[in-house]
């Protein structure tokens, strides 16, 4: 059995739904408010909790073999602390008390840089420690930007021609097929190469965060129309929003830090992800493509 985590999010009903064309047994971590019923029609288990709850993840991890860690805190609730942090440390330990074989964590490009003003990297950071030193098996994943992100805005670009890039157009990012990140994480516990290694998870290309609008423009036919303040104006911004609400402030740290610096794979990293896994990691223009039917 797998328990998948965050089962409801962009990468997380993505793990459950290759784990299900696999015929393997899927144990969904859901809340009660989300949309759940698709992934109980693929023939998962859903198993309602929350993962700001202990027993709740204890629970949930009896019985299983394998544990897939997808979930991170949303605007929905919970913080770096207590999703992105705690409920992972909660879940490695009870891991270890059910014997599990495996388990796949996934971080962020960029957790070892020692970001100190952006807690999900830090909390990334802070677990892949623990987990290294846990005794468990393990797979740590630490992907680059979601192609599934940029799925809204290609469909705003569609309707509008509009394209808002802050910062410098020229800062790299591998974009990451968001199905190819599922299928590495569905199968790296059973995959021997893939055992206690860590993972920088990027798409083929190191694409300049300026080429984005002109893949878009490719996709659509359309010239893009481009929105392009400084990194400042999120200091600007956070500054402002601080004096009412200190928490977002804080949480709009880890935006800035994704604004501000590269997040790209080397093509040793890109090679070494397809030699491991066994497959060609797909462009962010096929990405979209599929999903955008153009
Ligand atoms: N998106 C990116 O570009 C990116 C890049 C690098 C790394 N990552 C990491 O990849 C992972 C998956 O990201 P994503 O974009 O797929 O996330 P997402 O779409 O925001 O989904 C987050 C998931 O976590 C669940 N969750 C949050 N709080 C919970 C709680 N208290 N109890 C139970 N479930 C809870 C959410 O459930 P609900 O549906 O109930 O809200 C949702 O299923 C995260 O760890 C993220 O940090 C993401």
Redesign the pocket.
Known sequence: MYLV????????KRVVRYLREQQQPVRA???L??RYGDLEQRGAQAFI????HERDIQKACQGVSYVIS?????S???TAQS??YR?NIDLIDAAKANGIQHFVF?S??GSDRGYDDAP?FKAKRAVEQYLETSGLNYTILR????AS?LIPLAERYQQTGLYLLIGDPQTRSSIVSTDDLARIAATAPQIDAAKNIVFAVGGPQALERGEIPKIFQNLFDREPILINPPVLAIDGLRNLLGMFNPELKAALGTLRTLLAHEFYCTSDEVERLQTTFGFQLETLESFLRRYLSV
């Open positions: 985590t965050g089962a409801t999010g962009s990468l997380g971590f859901v809340r408010n989300s909790g929350d993962l700001g997808a979930h991170g805190s949303n929905d609730g919970g999703i992105d409920a996934i962020v490009l999900v992907p680059s930007g979601f992100s």
